[in-house]
């Protein structure tokens, strides 16, 4: 596009681990034939979706997973979510199955996880964070490693929310950043909680499992109606 790059309807373009934005497609798709979108992480060789881009898709959609490929989109405590609701991204693939479970989780370095609704399968952890849409198609949203620098401290986020989750009377919670009246990044944990625990509980609860940077400045119990439109927006 920077070069001025002219119609040539003989084109079909491919694109493959970049987010196709909104004016990047409106630009490119009456210069070439076809524009399709493919998904494949880099520790899986092999595609995971593809799509045929159409000019009013929206943003950064990847498609429907290929065949034999099986896509799911959880939360931080490994539970199915709904529809328009962002989360991590996890794949079943049917030769992840075929060397032992043992030795997979081992050599894995933590990127498989036992399957969380079929003990004989494995999950593969992209490390990628996105949504289902109306249509089953994933739409993908970038990354979400797990460690940041966070005051200094190198901090791991589905560490922090895993011991969140460990309490009993934490219904569903997530971690998130803000910034302050005094400008300051502060880490925020929003949850929901049926009995309505206190936040106070709540951080003397983590203060046995992680290191005092590791603790969320602020603790906010939220509605689930709240809670779900706050988390989607994440």
Same mark, same amino acid.
């Given at each position: 596009l920077q070069i001025n790059w002219t119609i040539d309807k003989k084109i079909k373009l491919w694109s493959e681990g970049d987010l196709l934005t909104k004016p990047i497609i409106d630009s490119l798709i009456f210069r070439v034939n076809e524009i399709w979108n493919f998904y494949r992480n880099t520790d899986i060789s092999s595609c995971i979706s593809i799509k045929k881009v159409q000019l009013n898709d929206e943003e950064y959609n990847v498609g429907k997973p290929i065949d034999n490929t099986r896509v799911?989109?959880?939360?931080s405590g490994l539970k199915l979510i709904p529809n328009g609701v962002i989360g991590y991204i996890y794949i079943?693939?049917?030769? %992840?199955? /075929?060397?032992?479970?043992?030795?997979?989780? &081992?050599? @894995?370095?933590? !990127?498989?996880?036992?399957?969380?609704?079929?003990?004989?399968?494995?999950?593969?952890?992209?490390?990628?964070?996105?949504?289902?849409?109306?249509?089953?198609?994933?739409?993908?949203?970038?990354r979400r490693d797990n460690k940041l620098k966070f005051e200094n401290q190198w901090i791991d986020i589905e560490e922090i929310e895993s011991k969140i989750l460990n309490n009993p009377q934490i219904d569903d919670a997530f971690?998130?950043?803000?910034?302050?009246?005094?400008?300051?990044?502060?880490?925020?944990?929003?949850? %929901?909680? /049926?009995?309505?625990?206190?936040?106070?509980? &709540?951080? @003397?609860?983590? !203060?046995?499992?992680?290191?005092?940077y590791s603790i969320p400045q602020y603790f906010i119990e939220l509605k689930k109606s709240k809670f779900d439109i706050i988390k989607k927006r994440q």
């Amino acid at each position: 596009l920077q070069i001025n790059w002219t119609i040539d309807k003989k084109i079909k373009l491919w694109s493959e681990g970049d987010l196709l934005t909104k004016p990047i497609i409106d630009s490119l798709i009456f210069r070439v034939n076809e524009i399709w979108n493919f998904y494949r992480n880099t520790d899986i060789s092999s595609c995971i979706s593809i799509k045929k881009v159409q000019l009013n898709d929206e943003e950064y959609n990847v498609g429907k997973p290929i065949d034999n490929t099986r896509v799911y989109v959880l939360d931080s405590g490994l539970k199915l979510i709904p529809n328009g609701v962002i989360g991590y991204i996890y794949i079943e693939k049917q030769e %992840l199955q /075929q060397e032992s479970f043992d030795e997979i989780l &081992l050599l @894995s370095k933590g !990127k498989h996880i036992k399957h969380p609704f079929d003990s004989s399968k494995i999950l593969f952890r992209t490390g990628d964070i996105g949504k289902w849409n109306e249509d089953g198609e994933i739409v993908l949203l970038g990354r979400r490693d797990n460690k940041l620098k966070f005051e200094n401290q190198w901090i791991d986020i589905e560490e922090i929310e895993s011991k969140i989750l460990n309490n009993p009377q934490i219904d569903d919670a997530f971690i998130t950043f803000k910034v302050d009246t005094t400008g300051r990044k502060v880490m925020v944990c929003y949850y %929901l909680s /049926q009995i309505g625990l206190e936040s106070s509980s &709540l951080k @003397s609860f983590l !203060k046995y499992f992680l290191p005092d940077y590791s603790i969320p400045q602020y603790f906010i119990e939220l509605k689930k109606s709240k809670f779900d439109i706050i988390k989607k927006r994440q």
